[in-house]
């Protein structure tokens, strides 16, 4: 069974991003850029938000002729429009580049998802369908991204639930931007 996975930047106080969805914050350089197209890449989907997908779809189906670009940017384009995504809103009336538009989270259905064929697990993003995800207890692991910032205010990558979520750490690395990785598998 494929697992889903909620991989996510977040600065070093929780939040996911700041004000008016900012992620200027956010410290890529080419070495973690290079490590998010190696695990994307092996993906079988992506799963967002409509305000995650809209952030991404706003940049990366052409990125890669922007003459600016890196090279690690310009590849991660194509894995982007290539990758099967899923974007979870109730408004969005049309979706490029291998979306297919889902509007209620149904957790049979993301149990069905999850049992399709494939190889690779399914990266969820977006704070507030992580927070469905996780309520629902359909995230089987998290990959926090946690960049070395505090923000002071924005929107917390983990609202308050009342819930406890019992986690392992199964990895942990740290990048030359400063950026650290922090792996958990949900314990069930």
Do not use: C
């Not at 090279?71 to 009336?93: C, H, M, N, Q």
Request: no cysteine; glycine share 6%.
């Amino acid at each position: 069974m494929r697992r889903i996975v909620l991989m996510s930047s977040v600065s070093i106080d929780g939040y996911f991003e700041g004000p008016d969805h900012d992620i200027s914050w956010h410290r890529v350089d080419d070495a973690l850029h290079q490590h998010f197209n190696d695990i994307v890449r092996d993906l079988d989907g992506l799963i967002h938000g409509r305000v995650t997908y809209d952030l991404m779809a706003a940049y990366w189906p052409t990125a890669d002729a922007d003459p600016r670009a890196s090279a690690t940017e310009a590849e991660f384009a194509g894995i982007w429009r290539d990758i099967p995504k899923y974007v979870y809103s109730r408004t969005l009336e049309r979706a490029d580049w291998n979306t297919t538009i889902v509007r209620e989270v149904v957790p049979e259905e993301v149990t069905a998802l999850k049992n399709q064929p494939g190889t690779g697990d399914l990266v969820l993003g977006g704070a507030d369908l992580a927070a469905t995800f996780l309520r629902h207890d359909l995230v089987d692991e998290i990959r926090l991204y946690v960049h070395p910032v505090l923000l002071g205010h924005g929107k917390p990558l983990f609202p308050p639930t009342g819930t406890t979520i019992p986690l392992h750490l199964t990895e942990s690395r740290t990048f030359p931007s400063g950026v650290t990785l922090l792996h958990y598998t949900v314990l069930r």
